[in-house]
């Protein structure tokens, strides 16, 4: 028989971020954009600095999973090591549920399809990107049009496979960049994608958790239609 648990003020610790789920194995946080998952020479803050106040166990915490540091939204953290394995069994065999909003340039030609073009990883003068290649790692994301309004669309991404920038370089190869994407779009102040929901069952688990979008998303998605609940 399978449990879930929620997020409530009493059962919080007190962290910079908003807590989206929470039990004894895991905590779900809401990302903000521009915050790097690991420390780095550019990046010395990052999610990993609110560690010792999410668990002071040996056994843990641990990032179950990445994002982008321009990505927002949620953002599994284990408490556990037996529900790290259980987690990152879950993310490698694709039996977790990852739904992202995107804000894209321009409109698909139909209101929903599938891409499945694999990624690979290429080094050039100016950085890496990741490109289109039929050797390279398969990558699959199902998309759909939320609505549209003059040179943006507001899309709906589940990705059913996890490759780096995958929403990113899916959504510029269906001829609709996300705004703000230096690398595969036009350079803007904020990246307009989002973990907007995470669902999966880690051991008897079962973990839900759904992201606000970001201030800079919110001011954009207004326009395309969505309210805030």
């Not at 990032?63 to 927002?72: M, N, Q």
């Not at 080094?123 to 994301?141: C, E, H, I, L």
Request: positive net charge.
């Amino acid at each position: 028989m399978s449990r879930s648990a929620v997020a409530s003020p009493q059962a919080t610790a007190p962290l910079p971020y908003p807590v989206l789920y929470r039990s004894p194995r895991f905590v779900v946080i809401d990302k903000p954009p521009g915050l790097p998952v690991h420390p780095g020479p550019r990046s010395p803050r990052s999610v990993e600095d609110i560690f010792p106040a999410i668990s002071r166990r040996k056994d843990g915490p641990w990032l179950a999973h990445r994002l982008d540091a321009d990505t927002s939204g949620c953002l599994l953290i284990a408490l556990r090591k037996q529900g790290l394995l259980e987690a990152q069994a879950c993310f490698q065999s694709g039996h977790v549920r990852k739904t992202y909003w995107a804000v894209v340039a321009g409109r698909p030609q139909n209101a929903a399809g599938e891409i499945d073009t694999p990624l690979t990883r290429q080094d050039t003068p100016r950085g890496w990107r990741m490109v289109a290649s039929p050797s390279g790692q398969k990558a699959r994301t199902r998309w759909r049009v939320l609505a549209s309004h003059e040179t943006q669309s507001w899309l709906e991404l589940e990705l059913l496979t996890g490759r780096t920038h995958q929403a990113r370089v899916h959504c510029a190869l269906l001829g609709c960049p996300i705004l703000g994407d230096p690398i595969y779009g036009e350079a803007g102040p904020l990246l307009h994608l989002m973990s907007r929901r995470l669902e999966l069952q880690a051991g008897e688990e079962v973990i839900r958790a759904e992201a606000a979008p970001a201030p800079h998303m919110t001011k954009t998605l207004s326009y395309l239609g969505w309210r805030e609940a």
